[in-house]
């Protein structure tokens, strides 16, 4: 059975850090391409970073490029999200998501296994 948790969530001040986790189990986050996706209040979802497994490529949603991180860690087979400079439009909830590809597509019709979410509050 394929499962995705989140953790890592919190409230923090504009400007501050956070690093989000995601555990998989069921497959192995590096034979699929892997996203992050945030939801903001009373907006629709956004997928932020995404990497492939065919080729490692990474990719940005252009308002988090330099100040967010994606990697993943195939030994614990855990995808993470570091995230810098948080501003106040960041808050949302996070999810990471699983593709059916080896490649981000870019659409989020693609990612058939989804986390429950965490909370990122950015707020002073």
């Known amino acids: 059975e394929v499962q995705l948790v989140e953790s890592g969530g919190g409230l923090v001040p504009p400007g501050g850090s956070l690093t989000l986790s995601c555990a998989a189990s069921?497959?192995?986050?590096?034979?699929?391409?892997m996203t992050w996706v945030r939801q903001a209040p009373g907006k629709e979802f956004e997928w932020i970073a995404a990497?492939?497994?065919?080729?490692?490529?990474?990719t940005y949603l252009d308002s988090v490029k330099g100040r967010f991180t994606i990697s993943r860690d195939n030994t614990k087979n855990t995808l993470y999200l570091q995230m810098n400079s948080l501003k106040p439009e960041d808050t949302a909830v996070y999810y990471c998501?699983?593709?059916?590809?080896?490649?981000?597509?870019?659409?989020?019709?693609?990612?058939?296994?989804w986390g429950r979410g965490t909370q990122v509050t950015v707020s002073s």
């Open positions: 069921g497959f192995t986050v590096n034979s699929y391409a």
């Open positions: 990497i492939n497994s065919i080729d490692d490529k990474i």
């Open positions: 998501a699983k593709d059916v590809e080896e490649y981000f597509s870019g659409r989020l019709t693609t990612l058939n296994y």
